[in-house]
C-alpha cells in the first residue's frame, strides 16, 4: 500500500490524446492531493470526470501564474501536497510550470515529475531522424527573434525538435527552407495518439507542398534532421 505523500508539488503529465494514456499512479495522486492546479479548469474538469475525480480546482495559466506562485509554495510549505497539471502533456514544456517549479527549488519545496505523455517523444523516435542527440526548441518565437533563431537553428548539427499550431506550419516549413535548404531531411507529426494521427516524412519541400494541398489540422511537432555540413 502506498501512503499518502504530503508537504510536495507533483507535476502530473495528462494525455495528449487517448485517455488510456493516462497512468495508474497519476489518477492517484490527483484523487490524493489537497489542490490540483490546472491550466484550464474547464479542460480538467473533464479529464477528472472521466477517471470519477473529485478535488480542489485552481486556475494556474500563463496570465495568472506570476500572481499566484508564491500563494501556492506558502501552501504546501504549511503542509498541503499539490499537483499541477496542463491542458495536455507534462506542465512546463512549453506549458505553465517552470515558474512554480522554480520558485518551489528555491524555498527548499520538494517536487516530483511523473513519468508520462509528452508529444515530442513519440514525434521525434517516429520520425526515422538521429535520437542519440536533439534540441527540443517548443515554439518559435513568432515575430520578434524568429528568423534569429531559425538562422541559428539552421547551423545545429542535432536534430531540431520543434512545436507549431496548424495556422503557422506551412509558415514555418517554408521558413525552414530559406534557412536550411529544400533538401533537409524532416518529419511533420500531428494529432499524437488521437484518432487522426499522422506522421509524414520526407524533404522540407516535399513537407511544404503536401501541407499547403492538405489542410493543416491539430497540433504539429515537427522534427528536422541536423546540419550535416562540417
Known amino acids: 500500500m502506498t501512503s499518502k ?34 491550466e484550464d479548469t474547464r479542460t480538467t474538469g473533464l479529464l477528472l470526470k472521466h477517471f470519477d475525480i473529485q478535488n480542489k480546482l485552481q486556475s494556474h495559466h500563463k496570465f495568472n501564474e506570476h500572481q499566484t506562485v508564491e500563494a501556492v509554495v506558502a501552501r504546501i510549505q504549511a503542509g498541503e501536497n499539490v499537483a499541477l497539471v496542463s491542458d495536455a502533456g507534462t506542465p512546463g514544456i512549453s506549458d505553465p510550470g517552470f515558474l512554480l517549479v522554480r520558485a518551489c527549488v528555491r524555498q527548499g519545496v520538494e517536487v516530483e515529475c511523473l513519468p508520462g505523455a509528452t508529444a515530442f517523444v513519440p514525434a521525434l523516435v517516429n520520425s526515422g531522424l538521429p535520437t542519440d542527440r536533439f534540441c527540443f526548441e517548443g515554439f518559435l518565437p513568432q515575430k520578434k527573434g524568429r528568423q534569429t533563431r531559425l538562422k541559428v537553428l539552421a547551423a545545429e548539427e542535432r536534430t531540431i525538435v520543434l512545436y507549431e499550431s496548424p495556422f503557422r506550419v506551412i509558415k514555418t516549413l517554408t521558413q525552414c527552407i530559406e534557412f536550411m535548404g529544400a533538401e533537409r531531411r524532416a518529419s511533420v507529426s500531428r494529432e499524437i495518439s488521437k484518432l487522426y494521427e499522422e506522421t509524414v516524412r520526407g524533404t522540407l519541400q516535399e513537407l511544404a507542398e503536401y501541407f499547403s494541398k492538405n489542410e493543416p489540422r491539430g497540433e504539429f511537432v515537427i522534427v528536422i534532421e541536423g546540419n550535416q555540413i562540417t
Open 5 to 38: 505523500a504530503r508537504n510536495k508539488l507533483y507535476l502530473i503529465p495528462t494525455p495528449v490524446g487517448n485517455l488510456e494514456d493516462m497512468t495508474f499512479r497519476a489518477i492517484r495522486i490527483l484523487k490524493e492531493v489537497d489542490l490540483i492546479l490546472a
